[in-house]
Structure formats: C-alpha cells, structure tokens
C-alpha cells in the first residue's frame, strides 16, 4: 500500500481499486493526536552498530520471524548476559524462543536463573501478533542493557523476554491486517496457524504454543508476568493502558497479595515513568455501550481463559499491557518500552517484597474461590476520563448515525464505571477424583502442575456428585465451534452418594499452592472449567430407551401404587400446561423415576470430597 503512493496519483487509484477494491483504512483512522515526548531520545540512530530492524525503518515496520532471530542471535552471541533459548515448538514447527537476561555468570540457562535468587520478570509479545509492539521494544530494551548502561537494571532482578509467542501467526503478516490499527506497516495474525486464541487458551490448554508456555511459567517461576498487547475500541486519549486483577482493592481475587503488591509498588513506578516520557497512562478499560464514552465505561478482572485470570489463579503476579491502536506505532513502542524497564527495575527494588506477596498467595487456603467473572456488573461508581472529541453523522452506506473523532482530547468528567464481580463463588472441597477413563483431563491437570496421587486400586468412597440441569451451548460460544470446541453452560444439581473409582483413577487434594487452579478447572460451574470448554460432552448423550408401550403401563401402575408420586405428577401437570400437554415428556417423567434410567445420563464423574 504505502509503495503505491510513490507512483503518480492515478495510476496509484487505480491499483489500489484492484488491489482492496475500497479506500486504504490508513487513510481513514481518526486523526491522530499530536505527540512528542522524552521517551522519543531512546531511538537509536541510523548509524548505530546495534539499531533494531524496526528502528531501522524509523518505527513504521515490524521485522519478520526469520529477520527478529536473526538479530537475536547476533546480540546473544555478543554478551555473556545474554542467552537464546528454545522452550516449545508451534503448531507448524517454529521454535518458541525467550532471551535469558541475567548478570553473574555466563550464557545463563533458565535453572541458573532460577537458582540465584533473583525475582524475574517475564515479559510475553506477541500473543496476538497483529499487536507486535512489545517484541520491538523489548528489542531496544535488550539492545540497551547489553550495550547502552543499562546492565544495573540486572543487578537485582532478571529478565525474560518472549519476543514471539504466536510465532506461526507472526509470519501470516500482511499489510491488509488490523485496518483499525495505526501501524506498524505489517503485522501479523491474531490466532495461531490452527485458528486458535493463545489468550482464551490458558485452562483448556489445546495449543502446543499454551503447552508450552505453561511449563515454561512452571520452570521459570517468574516473580511478575507481563502480556503485551495492542487494544482496538473507540479513540481515547491515553496511549498506554493496562490492567491486573484485584485494581486498587475491588474485587480481589485468588492473589490479593500480588494485588495489593501491584497497587503499592508496581503502578506507581510505572506511571511515572511514562508520563516522564511523555506518555499517558491509564487503567485498561471497555466502553459500556461499545460506541462513546457517554454510558460509562467497564473494567474488572478477567476470567481464568486470559492471561491475568490464569496467573491469579496460579499467584503469578500477572499485568494485561494494552497500548492504543489508534495511537502510532512509534509512540506505542516507546511507551512499551518504559512500561518494561520501569516493571524490571521495580522487580529489582522490591522484589523482597514481591516474593513474599507470592509466598502468602500460594499458602492461603481461602474458602471461596471466584469465578465467572462478570461484564460490568459490580458497584457504580463515577471516573473522570480523557476522551477524544467526535461528532456524529448519518452515513449513506450504513444509513444510521456513525461516529467521526476529531483529533482533540476532551474529559469527560464524572463518567459511571463499574468493576465486575464473580457470578460464582465456589466452596473449596478437600479433593476431586477424577475417574481414570478421562486421561485428557488427567493429562490437562499434569500440565498445569496440579499435584495428585495415582490409585493403585479400586476405591470406592462417599463423595458429592453433580448432575447436569438443562445444559445447553454457551450463548455468543457454544452454537458453533468456539476456539475449536463447543462450550455449554448449565446448572447443577449436587447430591452425595459412594463412587467408585477404579485403579489409575486419581485424587486431587486443594491442599496445594494451585488449589484454586484445580477447584476452576475441575468444578463444573466454573465457566472455565474442563467441562464447560467440551471436556466431557459424552455425558450429554443417551445411549438406551424406554419404548413408550412399556412405559405407559408401567406409569399408570406407579400411580396407582404411590399416593405420593402421584400428587407430584399432578401437581407437575397444573403447574406447567407445556409439560401438561407433551405426551412424550409426561412418559419421560416417570421413567426417570424407574430403576431402568440410565443413573450416569447427564452425571459429571468428577467426585467432589467435602
């Protein structure tokens, strides 16, 4: 697109119309606010032994996987501080690769990293490729701190940078992608080369990208985790926002010491390092009505299928990076930029304080854990927020009233804003079992480094069951495939009875740092549980019958046999005329209420011990 607009106006119309058949959206986004800022004095110049291929094209472009590794292995191969390391492979065979920064010993590995003491900060690019301004910044940053006196920054902490998390879809790069974001020139996919989203990945854990990273968060055991991304949504003027669980003491969830340690340490460093750069900081946030600024906006904490909701569960401190898509790529990497080396010396300066937040994380044992976070369901209360100005107008091509910012910021004071609250808490049990014929739940808990013992033989033990009350598809999910799975939602009716679980079958104790890790994945009201993301569709299938020349006699005996049974049909009748008038449900009722239902029809095998 941009080569064209070095050719003579016509012919570049011309091409453009076969090339897109409609106006380039470069052309289109609102315009962009005016900015100049100190952080601006980090750019290398053009004549630097170090710039980054995208300093080199005056950060408007993006490198491509082949061109970021190589750059990478150049700078690893000339410090001892660094080293490239392979933790996993994607679905299409490239390696996934962190830099390993440390200080005190040569080409460090992660186990030596893990063995000095050190608090490490783990930051993630790329998860969505599309929003790639992390990799480029962390490039500068690693540039800096080799080269450029900024090696203290390791003295007391260490550093991990995942340039490329979804590497295959890094390289699905294009011009013709984001048309709502303002650079960079190329940018890559948001899903993986198997469709899938490595951020709503997190419990279910299909990808061989989330695989890895999960057993990487487990050997790495970072002190703080940052995932970098780019926001899309209505103009603003903040360039720099982001999010953690538990903001300034609303709605804590399985971490509220992490939390609280974000709050005290963390934001405060982070903001005035970018507004001394020149940049706007604020909390990530939704607008409520998904159009202006006018009916408030939402924030809260996210679900276990996202990178923040996962580390709360897990206690690694977890912060959500979103810099402004409509904001310029060049702004939004040097923002990124200072939001990595501010967390990095703050990791350093506090990390005695960090672990020790982690540490009583990992030992609590709260008795209600939340879930199913909502969407702007929580208390009212009032923020004033920069805006942008806009106007509306009424388009010919959609035929109602559209929305056209105008390039200034504005406040809106006093704006309604609500944090989310959970629509679950669950009550901890003791343990779950999970029946042996379920190796991929068995294998998921593995994964995620949940602990628990084997059987070696048969048990049978008094545990509470749960069966599943009018499941149905996850409204917006479960319709169609949802990141490769049909998901459901349902309601529970729980009840005690002995179970039997036969040898290999095993037991999970919440007697463990990942204790609520295990309660959301193994509880089936949790929204991010196995069985909701599809786990155990096979229990939402009946496999024997009744003929209803069999059961109509036999329910007629039943009625004349139990007084009881048959004041609750009749009752069942008045109350509920389509019941009343369905033929084969009123069949349906009674045969239930036979010893020849199937007793495992809609019955979720994971025991639950109170």
């Not at 390791?154 to 550093?159: M, S």
């Not at 005290?264 to 900081?281: T, Y």
């Not at 990992?362 to 909502?374: D, H, S």
């Not at 049974?565 to 009752?571: C, N």
């Amino acid at each position: 697109m941009r080569y064209l607009r070095l050719l003579c106006p016509c012919l570049a119309l011309i091409l453009l119309s076969f090339a897109r058949g409609a106006a380039d959206p470069q052309d289109l986004l609102p315009p962009a606010l005016p900015w100049h800022g100190a952080s601006e004095a980090l750019i290398a110049k053009p004549d630097h032994p170090w710039i980054t291929p995208s300093e080199a094209t005056g950060l408007t472009d993006s490198p491509d996987y082949d061109e970021t590794m190589a750059w990478l292995r150049k700078l690893c191969a000339a410090t001892p501080m660094f080293n490239l390391v392979e933790f996993g492979r994607t679905a299409q065979g490239r390696p996934l690769v962190v830099v390993v920064a440390s200080k005190g010993g040569t080409k460090p590995a992660i186990s030596a990293v893990v063995a000095n003491g050190k608090p490490t900060l783990l930051a993630q690019a790329g998860i969505h490729p599309g929003e790639i301004d992390g990799k480029d910044a962390g490039l500068m940053l690693l540039r800096d701190i080799a080269f450029g006196g900024k090696a203290a920054l390791l003295e007391r902490a260490n550093f991990l940078l995942v340039p490329i998390f979804n590497a295959d879809g890094h390289e699905r790069r294009s011009e013709w992608n984001r048309p709502n974001q303002r650079g960079p020139i190329h940018q890559g996919w948001r899903t993986t080369a198997q469709n899938l989203n490595l951020n709503r990945d997190y419990m279910k854990a299909d990808a061989p990208e989330t695989q890895a990273m999960i057993r990487f968060l487990q050997g790495a055991n970072p002190a703080l985790y940052l995932d970098l991304h780019v926001t899309d949504g209505l103009d603003h003027g903040y360039d720099i926002t982001y999010d953690y669980q538990g903001w300034d003491g609303t709605r804590p969830g399985s971490s509220p010491h992490n939390s609280a340690w974000l709050d005290r340490f963390f934001r405060p460093a982070v903001d005035a390092a970018l507004k001394q750069g020149g940049h706007i900081p604020g909390r990530y946030f939704d607008p409520a009505n998904d159009r202006d600024l006018t009916g408030g906006i939402v924030s809260g904490n996210a679900d276990a299928r996202f990178s923040t909701g996962y580390g709360d569960l897990a206690h690694i401190p977890t912060v959500l990076l979103e810099t402004h898509s409509l904001k310029p790529f060049r702004q939004r990497v040097l923002g990124t930029y200072l939001f990595i080396e501010a967390a990095l010396r703050t990791v350093g300066e506090h990390g005695t304080e960090l672990q020790a937040a982690i540490a009583a994380d990992r030992n609590a044992r709260p008795e209600k854990i939340p879930t199913n976070w909502g969407f702007g369901d929580g208390e009212a209360k009032t923020v004033d927020v920069l805006g942008v100005a806009s106007e509306e107008y009424v388009s010919p091509a959609s035929g109602v009233k559209e929305i056209r910012w105008l390039g200034r910021t504005q406040l809106y004071p006093g704006l309604t804003t609500r944090d989310n609250k959970p629509g679950v808490l669950l009550t901890r049990p003791k343990a779950y079992w999970v029946p042996v014929h379920k190796p991929e739940v068995i294998a998921r808990l593995r994964l995620h480094g949940v602990q628990f013992e084997t059987l070696d033989k048969p048990r049978t033990v008094s545990v509470e069951m749960c069966r599943l009350v009018d499941p149905k598809p996850r409204p917006g999910e479960g319709a169609h495939p949802f990141e490769a799975r049909h998901t459901l939602m349902t309601g529970v009716h729980r009840f005690t009875r002995d179970e039997t679980f036969p040898a290999g079958s095993i037991r999970v104790p919440t007697d463990q740092p990942l204790g609520d890790l295990d309660a959301v994945l193994l509880d089936p009201e949790a929204k991010d549980s196995l069985l909701q993301w599809g786990f155990f569709s096979e229990i939402l299938q009946r496999t024997e019958y009744i003929e209803g020349y069999v059961i109509a006699p036999m329910a007629e005996k039943m009625l004349a046999d139990d007084p009881k049974l048959k004041a609750e049909f009749e009752a069942k009748l008045a109350a509920d005329e389509k019941f009343a008038k369905d033929p084969t449900a009123r069949l349906q009722w009674f045969y239930q209420r036979t010893p020849f239902y199937d007793d495992r029809y809609l019955l979720y095998p994971v025991g639950i011990e109170r």
